[in-house]
C-alpha cells in the first residue's frame, strides 16, 4: 500500500479556507435555527437553501454598509452557499471528499486526518473534517436522522450505524462503547458501470476466466462470488449481470450496492433492500424475508449482493428450486473455504441446519465459485473458479476447473468441467480451451 501526503491539502491554501469554513459553520447554525422554529414544520431542501439565500444576502447587505472587504466574489459565495447546504442537508465537509473522482473509500476517526483511498493501494490524507469528536457523532446522527430508508438511531443504544447515503454511498459508524473514538467509513459505488472487458484490461480476468464465467451466467449457473473485504466481489458480480438481456432481475441487498437498476436502466431490475428497526426497535424487514418474497415476483434470477446470514438459506433453497441462475457474493479465503462459511451461516439460521444438510443443500444448489484475491500492489485478480459436483456426508465434493496464482498474467485451465455442469456449460459454446 502507497500513502501519499498530498502537500497541497496540507499549504497555507487550506489554512486560509479555515475563516470560510468557520462562516459556513456559523451561517449553518443560523439556518439550523431558523428551520427549527418554523411552526410549519417545513424542513427540506428547497425551505433551506431559501433561508442560506436570505442569511447571505444580509452577509453581503452588512458588508456593502461597512465598507469592509468581506463581500464575497460571486463564486466565493456560491461555493460558501454549497459548504452551508452541505452542513445542513448532507455531511458538511465530507461532501468534498465525495466530489472527489476516483475515490473508492474514505475512512475518518474523530478529528484525525481523513483517510481517502483511491484503490490500488492508493491513499491519500485530507485535512480533519470536524474539530473535535463529539462533532463527528453529531454529524452522522444528522445523517441518521435523515436517512433516504427511515430515520435511523445512532446512540449509546445503538452505537453501531450501517445505512445509505442519498447518492447511494454506503456508511458505517461506531461510537464510544464499542470504540475507543467515533469511526466512520464511507464506501463509493463506481461512478461507471464496469464491464468484464475492463476488468479483462485491467487485469482481474483474463481470456480463460473471462470465458468461462460467460459461458457459466449464459448456461443459467448459480454462482457464488468469493474474496476479502473490499476485493471486488460486488464489481466482478454486477460485470457478470451485464452480460444479461431481457431478463426479469430481482435484487436483494442491505443497501443498494450492486445499483443494476442505476446502470440498467433498460432492464426489468426490481430492487429489494433489507430493513433494520426503526428508533421504536419495531419495522425490521431482514434478507432472508426479502429472498423468499423475490420467488413470488416471477424472477428469471434471483441476486444476493451478499449472504452472511440466515438469509443464506433461503438463497440455497431459491437456488434448488428452479431459480438457475441466481448469484451471491460471500466472505471467504477461498473458494474452497466458500463451503465452510455457507455451513456456519446455515447453522445461524431459525432451521439451524446440520452440516452434512446443508452440504447436501449445497450440492444440490451452487454450481460454481469465482474467487478474487487482492496482491499486495492492490490488484484484484480472480484465482480461481471451482465447480460444486455434489456431497458426501459433511463433505462438499468440489473441483478446481481454473487456478491462477496471483501476480501471474494468466491461469491455467486445470480440468474440464463434468457431468450436468459440463453438458450446460458446452451448450453455452464453452470447451476447456475457451469458446468453440
Same mark, same amino acid.
Given at each position: 500500500?502507497?500513502?501519499?501526503?498530498?502537500?497541497?491539502?496540507?499549504?497555507?491554501?487550506?489554512?486560509?479556507?479555515?475563516?470560510?469554513?468557520?462562516?459556513?459553520?456559523? !451561517?449553518?447554525?443560523?439556518?439550523?435555527?431558523?428551520?427549527?422554529?418554523?411552526?410549519?414544520?417545513?424542513?427540506?431542501?428547497?425551505?433551506?437553501?431559501?433561508?442560506?439565500?436570505?442569511?447571505?444576502?444580509?452577509?453581503?447587505?452588512?458588508?456593502?454598509?461597512?465598507?469592509?472587504?468581506?463581500?464575497?466574489?460571486?463564486?466565493?459565495?456560491?461555493?460558501?452557499?454549497?459548504?452551508?447546504?452541505?452542513?445542513?442537508?448532507?455531511?458538511?465537509?465530507?461532501?468534498?471528499?465525495?466530489?472527489?473522482?476516483?475515490?473508492?473509500? !474514505?475512512?475518518?476517526?474523530?478529528?484525525?486526518?481523513?483517510?481517502?483511498?483511491?484503490?490500488?493501494?492508493?491513499?491519500?490524507?485530507?485535512?480533519?473534517?470536524?474539530?473535535?469528536?463529539?462533532?463527528?457523532?453529531?454529524?452522522?446522527?444528522?445523517?441518521?436522522?435523515?436517512?433516504?430508508?427511515?430515520?435511523?438511531?445512532?446512540?449509546?443504544?445503538?452505537?453501531?450505524?450501517?445505512?445509505?447515503?442519498?447518492?447511494?454511498?454506503?456508511?458505517?459508524?461506531?461510537?464510544?462503547?464499542?470504540?475507543?473514538?467515533?469511526?466512520?467509513?464511507?464506501?463509493?459505488?463506481?461512478?461507471?458501470?464496469?464491464?468484464?472487458?475492463?476488468?479483462?484490461?485491467?487485469?482481474?480476468?483474463?481470456?480463460?476466466?473471462?470465458?468461462?464465467?460467460?459461458? *457459466?451466467?449464459?448456461?443459467?449457473?448459480?454462482?457464488?462470488?468469493?474474496?476479502?473485504?473490499?476485493?471486488?466481489?460486488?464489481?466482478?458480480?454486477?460485470?457478470?449481470?451485464?452480460?444479461?438481456?431481457?431478463?426479469?432481475?430481482?435484487?436483494?441487498?442491505?443497501?443498494?450496492?450492486?445499483?443494476?437498476?442505476?446502470?440498467?436502466?433498460?432492464?426489468?431490475?426490481?430492487?429489494?433492500?433489507?430493513?433494520?428497526?426503526?428508533?421504536?426497535? !419495531?419495522?425490521?424487514?431482514?434478507?432472508?424475508?426479502?429472498?423468499?418474497?423475490?420467488?413470488?415476483?416471477?424472477?428469471?434470477?434471483?441476486?444476493?449482493?451478499?449472504?452472511?446470514?440466515?438469509?443464506?438459506? *433461503?438463497?440455497?433453497?431459491?437456488?434448488?428450486?428452479?431459480?438457475?441462475?441466481?448469484?451471491?457474493?460471500?466472505?471467504?479465503?477461498?473458494?474452497?473455504?466458500?463451503?465452510?462459511?455457507?455451513?456456519?451461516?446455515?447453522?445461524?439460521?431459525?432451521?439451524?441446519?446440520?452440516?452434512?444438510?446443508?452440504?447436501?443443500?449445497?450440492?444440490?444448489?451452487?454450481?460454481?465459485?469465482?474467487?478474487?484475491?487482492?496482491?499486495?500492489?492492490?490488484?484484484?485478480?480472480?484465482?480461481?473458479?471451482?465447480?460444486?459436483?455434489?456431497?458426501?456426508?459433511?463433505?462438499?465434493?468440489?473441483?478446481?476447473?481454473?487456478?491462477?496464482?496471483?501476480?501471474?498474467?494468466?491461469?491455467?485451465?486445470?480440468? *474440464?468441467?463434468?457431468?450436468?455442469?459440463?453438458?450446460?456449460?458446452?451448450?453455452?459454446?464453452?470447451?476447456?480451451?475457451?469458446?468453440?
Amino acid at each position: 500500500m502507497t500513502t501519499v501526503n498530498a502537500p497541497d491539502l496540507t499549504s497555507a491554501s487550506d489554512v486560509g479556507r479555515e475563516p470560510e469554513r468557520d462562516a459556513a459553520a456559523a !451561517i449553518a447554525t443560523q439556518v439550523t435555527e431558523q428551520l427549527a422554529a418554523d411552526p410549519s414544520g417545513a424542513v427540506n431542501a428547497g425551505r433551506a437553501a431559501d433561508v442560506v439565500d436570505v442569511l447571505l444576502e444580509q452577509r453581503a447587505r452588512a458588508a456593502l454598509s461597512e465598507g469592509t472587504n468581506a463581500l464575497l466574489a460571486p463564486q466565493d459565495e456560491t461555493r460558501l452557499r454549497r459548504l452551508v447546504l452541505d452542513r445542513v442537508l448532507g455531511l458538511g465537509p465530507i461532501e468534498e471528499l465525495l466530489c472527489e473522482p476516483g475515490v473508492e473509500n !474514505i475512512h475518518i476517526t474523530g478529528n484525525d486526518d481523513a483517510i481517502v483511498d483511491f484503490g490500488a493501494g492508493r491513499r491519500e490524507r485530507r485535512p480533519a473534517v470536524v474539530h473535535t469528536d463529539a462533532e463527528l457523532v453529531a454529524l452522522v446522527q444528522r445523517a441518521a436522522a435523515r436517512a433516504p430508508g427511515g430515520e435511523r438511531r445512532f446512540d449509546a443504544a445503538a452505537p453501531i450505524l450501517s445505512m445509505e447515503l442519498s447518492g447511494g454511498e454506503r456508511l458505517s459508524a461506531v461510537m464510544p462503547g464499542v470504540a475507543v473514538r467515533p469511526t466512520v467509513t464511507i464506501r463509493r459505488h463506481p461512478q461507471h458501470h464496469l464491464r468484464l472487458g475492463d476488468l479483462l484490461r485491467s487485469g482481474t480476468l483474463d481470456q480463460p476466466s473471462r470465458n468461462l464465467l460467460v459461458a *457459466a451466467v449464459r448456461a443459467r449457473l448459480n454462482i457464488i462470488v468469493s474474496g476479502a473485504t473490499n476485493a471486488g466481489k460486488t464489481t466482478l458480480l454486477r460485470a457478470l449481470l451485464g452480460t444479461l438481456d431481457d431478463e426479469r432481475i430481482i435484487t436483494v441487498e442491505d443497501s443498494l450496492e450492486l445499483g443494476l437498476h442505476r446502470h440498467m436502466c433498460e432492464a426489468d431490475v426490481v430492487p429489494l433492500q433489507g430493513r433494520p428497526p426503526n428508533v421504536e426497535g !419495531i419495522g425490521e424487514v431482514p434478507l432472508a424475508e426479502l429472498v423468499r418474497a423475490a420467488l413470488r415476483m416471477c424472477p428469471d434470477r434471483v441476486i444476493v449482493g451478499e449472504t452472511r446470514g440466515p438469509e443464506t438459506l *433461503a438463497l440455497l433453497n431459491a437456488m434448488s428450486m428452479g431459480t438457475d441462475g441466481s448469484m451471491s457474493t460471500i466472505h471467504a479465503s477461498s473458494s474452497q473455504q466458500v463451503f465452510t462459511k455457507i455451513a456456519a451461516y446455515c447453522a445461524q439460521a431459525p432451521e439451524r441446519l446440520t452440516a452434512s444438510a446443508t452440504a447436501t443443500l449445497i450440492g444440490a444448489s451452487v454450481h460454481l465459485v469465482a474467487h478474487i484475491d487482492t496482491a499486495s500492489t492492490g490488484e484484484r485478480v480472480v484465482t480461481s473458479i471451482r465447480e460444486v459436483v455434489g456431497a458426501e456426508g459433511e463433505q462438499v465434493l468440489s473441483n478446481e476447473l481454473y487456478t491462477r496464482p496471483v501476480g501471474e498474467p494468466t491461469g491455467t485451465t486445470v480440468c *474440464a468441467p463434468g457431468g450436468d455442469i459440463g453438458w450446460r456449460l458446452e451448450r453455452a459454446g464453452y470447451t476447456a480451451r475457451g469458446w468453440t
